[in-house]
């Protein structure tokens, strides 16, 4: 594990994109598996700014993301299809045909998820998968459970994950209950993870997870045992270590 400390959140960022931007670079047709939330939404930034000035071809690069919520269609606002056209996809050379996102309106959730495994294994297999931290430990939407998952897989969201996501909602009731996410397995074979974290709310959880045991209630531990894992995180976030 390497650990890249960063000044703030800005910083944190365009460390990330630093990391990203040479894997494109060095390998112009990476595969790269993405993640929503705030805490990438610097980096996008960062990588749409260097793209502009010529220093950035995503013309090759292919994109599968963690997750999508159950029941929500592409064109809904609050979908993470939408997401990624509004802060990244809408603004570089990434051709819609080669990005992957789990159909949330699919509910055969054997048949989407098993759609989806094998859509990451047509690529094969992602080069370098971004993620954020959850306050519970989740990455992806892969909660705290008693074993970890394989892969793609249909789950219920924790509490603490609803009220976490519940600002990007109208009301607290409109929020999905359910999403398909990327598997603890499939995050593991990703050949580089990059994680992105900031501010002093994730100050515990980061301790937990990565100075803590290995463990399926904190899922972001099992990252302790990848070849080839960056935590970039910021001061605040850095606090308890």
Not at 79 to 108: K, Q
Not at 126 to 144: C, R, S, W
């Amino acid at each position: 594990m390497r650990i890249i400390r960063a000044k703030d959140y800005d910083h944190m960022s365009r460390q990330a994109a630093n990391l990203i931007s040479a894997q494109v670079i060095l390998k112009p047709d990476s595969v790269l598996g993405l993640a929503t939330g705030s805490s990438p939404i610097g980096t996008y930034q960062q990588l749409i700014k260097w793209f502009k000035k010529g220093d950035l071809d995503f013309g090759q690069v292919r994109t599968v993301n963690l997750d999508e919520y159950v029941g929500l269609a592409p064109v809904d606002p609050q979908s993470y299809y939408c997401f990624m056209r509004r802060n990244f996809f809408d603004y570089v050379n990434i051709y819609p045909a080669n990005t992957n996102i789990p159909y949330g309106l699919n509910r055969n959730a054997e048949d989407e998820c098993s759609r989806y495994d094998e859509t990451i294994r047509r690529l094969g297999g992602i080069d370098l998968q971004l993620l954020g931290l959850g306050v519970n430990g989740h990455i992806g939407f892969n909660e705290p459970a008693e074993y970890f998952t394989k892969g793609t897989h249909k789950v219920t969201l924790s509490e603490s994950t609803v009220q976490a996501n519940k600002r990007f909602f109208e009301k607290e009731e409109d929020v999905p209950r359910f999403a398909y996410t990327m598997g603890i397995c499939d995050i593991m074979q990703a050949k580089r993870v990059v994680m992105v974290v900031s501010g002093e709310s994730k100050a515990e959880i980061v301790k937990r997870a990565f100075f803590g045991p290995v463990t399926p209630f904190v899922p972001a531990s099992i990252l302790q045992l990848h070849t080839d894992f960056t935590l970039v995180a910021d001061d605040a976030a850095l606090k308890e270590i």
